[in-house]
């Protein structure tokens, strides 16, 4: 469609919609069944689940044009989608949100937040790498059980990594 960009290293399954003026950054994973809306913004490394869904705006009706309400949707780095989520126009999942499948996200996520249920309430917290944070170093930071990486609560609902830049993409395996 006009006006998309699709970043480099991306994989499309098979029956993916792309509508005008959606943002595909690079190393981006959408499975089958996927339609990404007009107002839809995937930064690098999101992994979009089979049959995830997004929607564009937050009061559709058939007999109404309503094109000029298009709500922005923005996926940040690393996100994972599950299988069969719903993200409700409107939205920022946070960097490395995990979303699991079968949740309904209608709020804005923060970074590392392990989202889940209907509606998709935070139910802990994600490494980059994917696992969830449970351990915990002597000085209260929690643990990746992969990387060892550390992550710490700034402040109430806020999460950082410790041991990479946010806005980094994992290093490459040696």
Do not use: S
């Given at each position: 469609m006009k006006n998309t960009a699709i970043g480099e290293r991306c994989n499309l399954g098979q029956n993916v919609f792309v509508a005008s003026n959606v943002v595909i950054g690079s190393n981006v994973k959408v499975q089958n069944n996927v339609s990404l809306y007009e107002g839809c913004i995937l930064e690098d490394d999101v992994f979009c689940g089979p049959s995830c869904v997004f929607t564009n705006v937050t009061n559709p009706r058939s007999q109404i044009?309503?094109?000029?309400?298009?709500?922005?949707t923005l996926v940040r780095r690393g996100v994972t989608l599950g299988a069969n989520c719903t993200i409700v126009c409107g939205v920022t999942?946070?960097?490395?949100?995990f979303i699991a499948a079968g949740?309904?996200?209608?709020?804005d996520v923060p970074d590392y937040a392990l989202m889940m249920g209907v509606p998709a309430r935070q139910s802990g917290w994600m490494s980059r790498h994917g696992h969830r944070l449970v351990e915990q170093d002597a000085d209260g930071n929690l643990l990746c059980p992969e990387s060892g990486w550390r992550y710490q609560e700034v402040e109430p609902g806020m999460l950082c990594c410790l041991d990479w830049p946010e806005d980094n993409p994992l290093p490459e395996k040696e």
């Open positions: 044009n309503r094109r000029h309400a298009y709500a922005e999942l946070g960097r490395y949100a949740a309904v996200v209608t709020r």
